[in-house]
């Protein structure tokens, strides 16, 4: 295993050596700061602003330097967001 073996692991399959991320869906998108800023329609300062403030803002997962955030989970933001707005 080379240095990132805390996500992935080895396995052989038919006889061919693979790789799988353990705990990772591999269909679900991952969305850089720039992108999910956009996608809520803020700065980019403000979003690193609510990851400090905000305590139902999803946590990141850092990759090397860059911080990504699950697309299903800015969605669940968004959605707890509006249904308290709306009550």
């Known amino acids: 295993l080379n240095r990132s073996s805390d996500l992935t692991t080895n396995r052989i399959t038919n006889g061919r050596k693979g790789r799988f991320f353990i705990g990772v869906n591999m269909t679900e998108e991952l969305l850089r700061l720039k992108n999910t ?12 602003r609510r ?37």
């Open 51 to 87: 990851m400090k403030d905000d305590n139902d803002f999803p946590a990141p997962i850092k990759i090397g330097r860059f911080l990504y955030w699950k697309s299903t989970d800015i969605q669940r933001y968004i959605d707890c967001k509006q249904a308290k707005m709306a009550n």
């Open 37 to 48: 800023a956009r996608v809520l329609d803020i700065s980019r300062s403000t979003l690193l």
